[in-house]
């Protein structure tokens, strides 16, 4: 830093104040400076900043089964929109969702001296493990819900669900039937409760659910289940279109309809949710609920500057909509 300063002809203070976008630099001061730190090939010393300015420009997040494609793209935009921002993530991925686990990442990354933390709470437990918490430092939540008395970003999970299941309604099917995420999770939860609604408040029957953990194979075993039920019950019973609560899932479905004989949509439409971009290439392409997880991302990072800046100030919830992405995977009842 000195020798820029001693070439741009200003004072050290200058050089930093420009580093760090201060407002009360010239703005042809502000262009000399640049010019010299990059014929300099300058790159500042974040270890030596975070000395002086007492701030480490790294940011926490706690994170739960990021192998799946949900939470591993919400990790992927918090770590984009925290560079963008000049900040550095530390992640820590939680091995069991409970509070001792929970616990022990906070106490990690306080030790690392992270100056706030975005804990991603998709599950009923890592809620009410955070609540009986108190965080060393700032936090939100993503995919939390907005229960918490702590800024936090969430998708609809609700909105999308009645989105699409409103979608195979208007198509002309008497009802939709629907392969559920594991319960105790929240998008799974908010999924199951707008499909549901959507059904409820068009008067059509309201199908057992099936039960599945994500996985493909889940989603396989349902698509068995699915195609026995056409099989067996009367043509007023039986599955003309399915909802599957997300995009692996369907995928094991389809599958699974397709060694039954069964014909995607003629026979059974089916819907995913997520938004997988390998989706659009599935065998039909599936119709589906995009989630903008860059977006998710983005917010959860503004949120949590903001609350490192004001602590005190009241938490701001933002919810962020769906879209539904229609495919051939539905289409109207023949």
């Given amino acids: 830093m000195a020798d820029v300063a001693k070439v741009a002809g200003v004072s050290h203070q200058t050089v930093s104040r420009v580093l760090s976008d201060h407002p009360n630099v010239r703005e042809s001061t502000r262009a000399r400076v640049r010019e010299v730190i990059a014929e ?16 480490s420009r790294t940011l926490g997040v706690i994170a739960a089964n990021t192998t799946l494609y949900g939470p591993a793209s919400i990790l992927a935009g918090l770590e984009h929109a925290a560079r963008a921002k000049g900040y550095l993530i530390a992640a820590v991925s939680l091995d069991e969702l409970s509070e001792t686990a929970l616990r022990k990442a906070l106490e990690h990354l306080a030790a690392w001296g992270v100056e706030g933390g975005v804990v991603m709470t998709p ?89 599945g953990d994500w996985s493909a194979a889940s989603g396989y075993r349902a698509g068995q289940l699915l195609a026995a039920a056409h099989r067996s019950l009367d043509q007023a019973s039986k599955p ?52 903008d997880f860059a977006a998710a991302g983005r917010a959860g990072i503004d949120l949590l500057l903001q609350r490192i800046e004001d602590p005190s100030a009241t938490p701001v919830h933002t919810t962020l909509m769906p879209e539904l992405v229609i495919r051939s995977s539905t289409a109207a009842r023949p």
């Fill in 240 to 291: 003309t279109a399915v909802f599957v609560a997300n995009d692996h899932m369907a995928l094991g479905v389809l599958r699974a309809l397709r060694e039954a004989g069964l014909r995607v949509p003629e026979d059974l439409a089916v819907a995913g949710f997520d938004g997988l971009p390998e989706s659009e290439y599935f065998a039909p392409p599936l119709t589906t609920v995009r989630q």
């Fill in 40 to 55: 300099l090939e300058y790159r500042p010393n974040p270890a030596a900043r975070a000395l002086v300015t007492k701030r």
């Fill in 123 to 211: 599950h009923e437990r890592t809620v009410a493990a955070l609540l009986r918490l108190a965080a060393p430092f700032p936090i939100v939540t993503v995919e939390g819900g907005h229960d918490l008395d702590v800024p936090g970003v969430a998708l609809d999970q609700y909105a999308g669900a009645r989105m699409v299941t409103e979608h195979l309604l208007s198509l002309g099917h008497a009802s939709v039937w629907h392969v559920t995420g594991p319960r105790e999770w929240l998008e799974a939860e908010g999924r199951f409760q707008g499909w549901r609604a959507a059904l409820d408040d068009a008067g059509a029957p309201v199908p057992q659910w099936l039960g």
